[in-house]
């Protein structure tokens, strides 16, 4: 069964940086995309990146250019490096697999001040 724990979430203030880990258990991690989610206060859940087990990469409109998705399948995790942060970009940030089921980790909470 597969298992996902993001960390690095915080509070930094607008036009900074943070940058998103997600440690995946099981044995798929390798086969499967991987990416990323977020969910805002009082909103729906959005799409924000996706890696490919090739590496390959697709972005959200709203963070092309300052998002980038990356992973390490040997170590089995996954990063989002968020620069240039905005106020919107506050939400619970959530790690998916794309597997024969979709897999969610817990989340971690990215705070960005103005």
């Known amino acids: 069964q597969v298992q996902l724990v993001e960390s690095g979430g915080g509070l930094v203030q607008a036009g900074g940086s943070l940058r998103l880990s997600c440690a995946a258990s099981g044995n798929t991690f390798t086969l499967n995309p991987i990416g990323w989610y977020r969910q805002a206060p009082g909103k729906q859940r959005e799409f924000v990146a996706q890696?490919?087990?090739?590496?390959?990469?697709n972005y959200a409109d709203f963070v092309k250019g300052r998002f980038t998705v990356s992973r390490d399948n040997t170590k089995k995790t996954v990063w989002l490096q968020m620069n240039s942060l905005k106020p919107e970009d506050t939400g619970v940030y959530y790690c998916?697999?794309?597997?024969?089921?979709?897999?969610w980790g817990q989340g971690t909470q990215v705070t960005v001040s103005s």
């Open positions: 890696i490919t087990s090739a590496g390959g990469t």
């Open positions: 998916v697999e794309w597997g024969s089921i979709v897999t």
